[in-house]
């Protein structure tokens, strides 16, 4: 699975979702730029890449789970 439903301590408001792989990260951050979704990063290193969607998170969520 590329995308994966996750937490992280203090960001509550919108959606968290982690990709374990760059290659994933990727393709799924060039589909949300591409999308209106409006991707934040909130980490990234050995355990993957952990972002929020600020925008279209129907839409983000069609696509991807």
Do not use: A
Not at 36 to 48: A, D, T
């Amino acid at each position: 699975m590329k995308v994966m439903k996750t937490t992280y301590p203090g960001w509550n408001q919108y959606p968290v979702y982690l990709c374990n792989k760059t290659d994933d990260w990727y393709e799924v951050s060039s589909w949300m730029h591409k999308n209106s979704c409006e991707p934040f990063l909130l980490s990234s290193g050995s355990g993957g890449y952990i972002f929020q969607i600020r925008k279209n998170i129907e839409w983000f969520i069609l696509k991807w789970q």
